[in-house]
């Protein structure tokens, strides 16, 4: 069965610092990985995902995410935090199928930047 | 292009009451996923359904139930309320790539239990 965890459910960075979220994933088939943000009182937006091809992928706001299969990990970063970035930030993975939707999600790491 | 809209954003109900949300996906997406989210849990899988038939289902009691209609919209009921039932519910609308599905989420319908 697949998983997911999130070490880490509350970071606190100061602005301009990097941000390192850390996920790692138990998977029996090839991952697919996806990197979610929530603001509160909202859904989850899509940041980024790894499907195939280049490990370390770039998605929206400046982040980004490295795969690397041999630690089953899937952390993200950001060099610079931003105020705006303080949000809850899920990790997930899928099956890899194009025939589910399904998604196996972390707990969630709640990132606080202080200014 | 239109995103996930899930009605209504805000319920309160009372605690044995039945209750149903509603979901209309992206248009051209045929799949439609419900999660739970609750602080103690965080998000949990219910169902997916893809062209009106249930295709995933998660460990949840028989009082979640949900359908698809024709034109892809989703609804999700939830019979006998119970206080635990308070969470905020996410709807996601998905469209298959090669290898995998990108699913895209609503901003979720808050459900209160008291």
């Known amino acids: 069965a697949q998983s997911v965890t999130q070490l880490g459910s509350h970071v606190s960075v100061s602005e301009g610092a990097l941000v390192l979220l850390r996920c790692n994933y138990s998977?029996?088939?090839?991952?697919?990985l996806f990197w979610y943000v929530q603001y509160p009182n909202q859904g989850l937006q899509l940041l980024l995902k790894?499907?195939?091809?280049?490990?370390l992928v770039k998605g929206i706001n400046g982040f980004e995410a490295e795969f690397k299969k041999s630690e089953t990990s899937f952390h993200l970063t950001k060099p610079s935090a931003h105020m705006s970035d303080a949000a809850e930030y899920f990790c997930?993975?899928?099956?890899?199928?194009?025939?589910?939707?399904?998604?196996?999600f972390g707990q969630g790491t709640t990132l606080q930047v202080k200014p | 292009k239109a995103g996930v809209t899930q009605t209504p954003r805000y319920l309160i109900k009372t605690r044995g009451q039945q209750v149903t949300l509603s979901c209309s996906p992206i248009s051209g997406h045929r799949s439609v996923s419900w999660y739970q989210q609750t602080p103690g849990q965080g998000l949990q899988f219910l169902f997916e359904y893809f062209s009106e038939t249930q295709r995933n289902k998660g460990n949840f009691p028989g009082r979640f139930s949900g359908r698809q209609f024709s034109n892809s919209r989703s609804e999700m009921n939830v019979s006998t309320l119970e206080l635990g039932d308070s969470a905020l519910y996410l709807c996601a609308s998905s469209i298959p790539r090669q290898d995998y599905t990108e699913a895209f989420f609503g901003q979720g319908t808050r459900l209160t239990v008291v």
């Open positions: 997930a993975v899928s099956e890899g199928s194009s025939n589910t939707g399904k998604l196996i």
């Open positions: 998977s029996s088939v090839p991952p697919y």
């Open positions: 790894y499907t195939t091809g280049a490990t």
